[in-house]
Each structure stands twice: as C-alpha cells, then as structure tokens.
C-alpha cells in the first residue's frame, strides 16, 4: 500500500511539471492519461542493456547502454578497489546521437580498480546496479 500511494504522490508531482506532463502525455496510448503513465513509471525499474569496458585499461573509457519505459535520469559509475572501496566515482554522460548509450571517462586510478559498479536512475528514482570485474 506505501507504495502504491507514493506512486500517486510522484505521478501528481510529475503532472504539475509542464514538461514531464507533455512527455508522459506524449507517450501515453489512447485512453490512457499522462498521469497514468506517470504512474507506470514509477513501478518500472530502468535496465542496463549492456557495458563496454573494452578500452577501459587503456584510457579509462566506459561505455553504458541503458533503457527505461520512460527515460533514465543518470548513470553512475564507480571503481572499485579489490577491498570494495571506491577509487573514483562519477556521473555518466548521455550521448547526444541516442538516449541509450551513456559514457564515463575515468580522471585517474584504473590501474587500481578491479571492478566497476554502474547505477542506472529513472525519473521517479529507481535504481538498477550492476558490479562488473575489470581485466587485468
């Protein structure tokens, strides 16, 4: 029931914004209202479609695709030491050719990092985490 009622709370919130309104009306089928939609959103976790850490060894470059019903808000990446520890952590940036497709360029400490955790964010704040070992 919490949930079911913070659902209405974010669907009411993100209605009073003019441009999520237009957005969730947008995508919304017919018959169905933006606020619904928003609604939707709300019980939908984002995905982590695939990662890219290929040249990550060599200049530190991430490369993250993520999807949402709606659309995805952030995608952070973290490295992680052998101890769990956070070396260097960041905010991915949204290529501008494709809402899917987000890069991290790492400042400094991929020689230490044995892992990397990416957290995916959806509008209405839900979350999807992904720890990934690093090659050698």
Do not use: C, H
């Not at 939609?37 to 984002?46: E, G, K, L, V």
């Not at 973290?78 to 400042?107: H, K, Q, R, V």
């Amino acid at each position: 029931m919490e949930k079911f009622k913070a659902a209405i709370g974010y669907a009411k919130v993100a209605i009073k914004d003019p441009e999520l309104r237009a957005a969730y009306t947008l995508i919304a089928p017919a018959g169905t209202s933006g606020f619904n939609m928003a609604f939707s959103d709300f019980y939908s976790s984002p995905e982590i479609v695939s990662t890219d850490v290929s040249d990550f060894r060599n200049n530190g470059y991430v490369l993250v695709q993520a999807k949402d019903d709606f659309r995805v808000a952030s995608v952070t990446v973290t490295l992680l030491n052998g101890e769990g520890t956070a070396l260097e952590s960041g905010e991915a940036i949204s290529t501008p050719e494709s809402g899917e497709l987000w890069s991290y360029n790492a400042t400094g400490a991929t020689t230490d990092a044995v892992s990397l955790r990416i957290e995916v964010r959806d509008l209405p704040g839900n979350v999807t985490a992904q720890e990934l070992p690093l090659a050698a």
